[in-house]
Each structure stands twice: as structure tokens, then as C-alpha cells.
């Protein structure tokens, strides 16, 4: 199995009332591979927050598609780290 | 100015003792960018740390380059994001 | 000036719909004394929300208030931390 | 089996080296306990350090004695929040 450590970042307005309670949905959905989410405000309107995940790599691609087209978010980005097994030490 | 929030990803060994003194020297040269750190324990050896960073482009360029090239940095990816004020809302 | 650097917890029901929404106005409306959110799912149906301040401990104390008498917060507590400017190296 | 969620709060130096390595020493020893760490330079020279913890309670409280009177760390706090299911909903 090929786990994977791995960012998610998304910016949103949360004036955009629904984004948040839609974001959380998807979220606790998948809870099990999502460790912990940061949250900045990044300007007056504007929130970031960066999604710590764990998983396999399949999974992983496929909720970050999701959050990523959830309306409202402005910006997303999926960050895909290795887990340094395959890397020099 | 063109002002921008961004995610910088970091992938370490804990073990290796000097990696996080390093990492946490050069965050700290650069508080007023760094907004705020979160860490994860991804597996037995390695930790991810995800920054929060909001300010210049090029200065966020300059100090994700600064810490991926730091010993011990198995992985690392800085990850930009428009603060959306180009963006259609 | 006494400025005191705090940790605000939170607990809640996701589930209750209104309650995130509520809870990031009021975060919002002091986005220059909350610096950052760390958002955990603790169980099914409870998440935690841990809250880095930094500011006036009078302004800390009543946006605490306010956050933990917010509707569908189960739990919460404020946790106040000195700069350590008072306190031996 | 009593499972709580807990907000374990440190306040330290990061000039004293040491501190920030022993620090990582104990939270890797029990990272099955502890989700994720947020960290925030709260002035120039005092780091706050958030921690959310799962697990019994009497595991969480040994931790944070043991973090707490870590060389260094200046202030800590253990805040402990039910998990909710003893409360009204």
C-alpha cells in the first residue's frame, strides 16, 4: 500500500456563507485521513487553510478534487509529499 | 505590492537533531512572513510541518528555498496562492 | 501594555449546522488578535478548535466569553498564558 | 474507557536550544496520543506551542507533567474538555 503525507490548500471568502459548512461535510467525510486543518485569515475577506492528510495517494487525489471544486473556494492546491521511505536519509 | 498567501510543506526525520533547531532558526528570522507552523507525526520517522506564510512572493520564495535546502529536509514544496482579490468571487 | 499570548479551546457538534458559521464571524471580527485555528475531528461527532491569541488580556477574556457562549459549544475554556517576560530564563 | 480531548499549552525560549529537542523527544514518544502541534512566534523571542491530545486521561495528564517541567519551558498548561457525550446536546 502506498501511503502518502500530503497538503491540501484552499482559500475562501467565508463571507460565502455555505463554503464552510460544505468544506467541514466533505471533510469529516474523510476524516480518517485528514489529521488536522489550519486556519489564517489571510486578508480582511479572505481565509486559507492548509489540511494536513494521510493516505493512500488515490483517496488523497480524490478528496482534494472535491474540496477544491466545492463552491466558493477561490484556490486550491493539492501539495503531494512522500513519506521519505524512497528518499536517501 | 503584491502581497500573497502560500503554503511551504517540509517533509524530516526527527531523529536527525539538528534539522528542527535549523528549521526553527531560519522560521524565526522570518516571523513577521510565517504566520503559523503546523506539525504532524506522518509515521514512525517523519514529521511534516506545514507553514502558513502570507507576505512578497519573492521573500516566501526566498525562505521556502532557504529551509528546503536545509540538512536533513528530506521533501519539501512551496505551494502559492493568490490572496483571490484577481480572482472572480 | 500588558499583551499575554492564550489558547481558547472549543468543542462542538460539526452536526450543528449553525455553529461554525458563528463561530467564524466572531473569530473574524478579531482577525488581529487570533492569530491562527487548529481544527482536530475527535470523534464522530465532536471536533476541537484550538485558538493561538495574542493581545490584551482584557480583549482576550471577552472574545473568549463570547465564543464559548456561542450556541451549539459544548465545552470551552481559556487557557491564559504569560509572555514570560515576568518570568525567569 | 475514558477517552478526553485535551489542549496541552507551552510557552518557551526557542534561543535555549535544547528545549525545542526534548520537547519533540516526548511528544514522538507518544504520538499515538498526540494529533498535531500547532506552533506561533508570539514575540521575538518566546515560541507558544499548542498541542491537541486524544486519549485517556490519566495518559494525557503524565505527558503534560512531563512537558511541562521539560528544562526551558517557561509556562504550561493542561486544559482538559470532555468529549461531549456527557453533555446536553
Known amino acids: 500500500m502506498l501511503v502518502?503525507?500530503?497538503?491540501?490548500?484552499l482559500l475562501y471568502?467565508?463571507?460565502r456563507q455555505h463554503v464552510q459548512a460544505a468544506l467541514t461535510d466533505i471533510q469529516h467525510?474523510?476524516?480518517?485521513?485528514?489529521i488536522a486543518t489550519?486556519?489564517?485569515?489571510?486578508?480582511?475577506?479572505n481565509c486559507m487553510e492548509l489540511l494536513a492528510v494521510r493516505g493512500?495517494?488515490?483517496?488523497?487525489?480524490?478528496i482534494a478534487d472535491e474540496l477544491i471544486a466545492?463552491?466558493?473556494?477561490k484556490?486550491?492546491?493539492?501539495?503531494?509529499?512522500?513519506?521519505?521511505?524512497?528518499l536517501p536519509t
Open 4 to 9: 502518502s503525507g500530503s497538503t491540501i490548500t
Open 13 to 15: 471568502d467565508h463571507h
Open 29 to 34: 467525510d474523510h476524516h480518517e485521513v485528514i
Open 38 to 45: 489550519l486556519h489564517v485569515h489571510l486578508d480582511h475577506d
Open 56 to 62: 493512500k495517494a488515490a483517496v488523497i487525489k480524490r
Open 70 to 73: 466545492a463552491k466558493g473556494v
Open 75 to 86: 484556490h486550491g492546491k493539492l501539495t503531494v509529499t512522500s513519506t521519505g521511505k524512497d
